[in-house]
């Protein structure tokens, strides 16, 4: 069942959270899929601006449907990632998307409020859930990039401001990670304080995390010991940052660079243990396999597992309540 995340974000608040992963083909749909019908918890099946330009719109909203189809057990929201505004009013009118996030933070303050409202307005005819940005989260992440010195924290004051006068459904917030494999450096973790702050401005608004993927160690050493060139030192956000994350109001973990740490691990192993094989399915297989296997544990630690039946049960009965 596809339903908005604003359904789902009240029964989260405090006690567990959605996974929001990005997917760009076939075999990460699917993989997602099955991982889920194995922990039995809700998510959001992201797709990004970037990679409706890469698959084409209109085949990866075929496949969400198909998925929609097959996995009738499953209770999943369809988010559009980093949308500007053309894109959040295309994905909207596509009539499977809902979600959207409007992603105007590198506006200034009263032009992200502008066009988040005008966005907000929109979608909530449809009944869409809308998700903004206000600080700068730092890194790249398709065509994103923001250096660290352009990088900023959201301030909580300015932050209540925002969605009081935007209407928003959920709040992602810069709190010291980034996008990329590259979240912190040294001693740097994610700024918990911060977000406390945020989290005593902004009583119950659900608020986001993006890059916020584990980035493994593993699955970097094993990538270059089959020819990638990864920096050793990239690291993540940690399963006990994550959390004290959850207690302090995130409802939605944003996770894209474990799935391509994964890809690139799987790949390389695979053409290197067989060079003379042509059948790209076979890793393709693989990779569907282990992604699932990825989901499963990220649902424990995101305590989403196990959480589908109860809430599916919650949302049918408030359909026909």
């Not at 084409?56 to 990632?81: I, S, W, Y």
């Not at 980093?82 to 959207?100: K, L, P, R």
């Not at 869409?128 to 994103?144: H, N, Q, W």
């Not at 989403?304 to 026909?320: E, F, M, N, W, Y």
Request: net charge negative; hydrophobic share 45%.
């Amino acid at each position: 069942m596809i339903v908005p995340p604003a359904r789902l974000y009240p029964e989260a608040q405090g006690i567990f959270a959605l996974g929001a992963y990005s997917v760009n083909n076939l075999e990460q749909i699917r993989g997602l899929l099955l991982g889920h019908r194995e922990a039995q918890a809700p998510f959001l099946l992201a797709i990004s601006r970037r990679a409706r330009e890469y698959a084409g719109p209109r085949f990866l909203e075929a496949l969400v449907r198909v998925a929609e189809h097959e996995f009738p057990d499953l209770l999943f929201a369809v988010h559009l990632d980093h949308g500007d505004e053309a894109s959040c009013v295309d994905a909207i009118t596509s009539g499977i998307f809902t979600s959207v996030m409007i992603d105007a933070a590198h506006e200034s303050f009263a032009e992200n409020i502008a066009i988040t409202r005008r966005v907000v307005a929109y979608a909530h005819i449809h009944g869409v859930s809308v998700e903004a940005e206000l600080g700068r989260i730092g890194g790249k992440e398709d065509d994103l990039e923001v250096s660290e010195n352009g990088a900023f924290l959201t301030d909580p004051q300015q932050a209540a401001e925002f969605v009081e006068r935007t209407g928003i459904d959920s709040l992602a917030v810069a709190v010291g990670t980034s996008h990329g494999a590259y979240k912190f450096r040294g001693q740097q973790g994610l700024r918990l304080d911060q977000l406390a702050a945020l989290r005593a401005a902004l009583p119950g608004v659900p608020l986001v995390l993006h890059g916020a993927s584990g980035v493994s160690g593993e699955e970097i050493a094993r990538a270059n010991a089959a020819g990638a060139q990864l920096d050793t030192t990239a690291r993540g956000v940690s399963g006990e940052e994550i959390a004290r994350a959850i207690s302090s109001g995130v409802v939605k973990i944003n996770i894209d660079t474990d799935a391509r740490l994964l890809w690139q691990r799987v790949h390389r192993e695979y053409f290197r243990d067989f060079p003379a094989e042509l059948d790209f399915r076979k890793p393709g297989e693989i990779f569907m396999r282990e992604y699932a296997s990825f989901v499963v544990n990220k649902s424990l630690e995101l305590g989403s597992s196990g959480r589908t039946p109860l809430l599916a049960k919650v949302i049918r009965g408030g359909l026909h309540g």
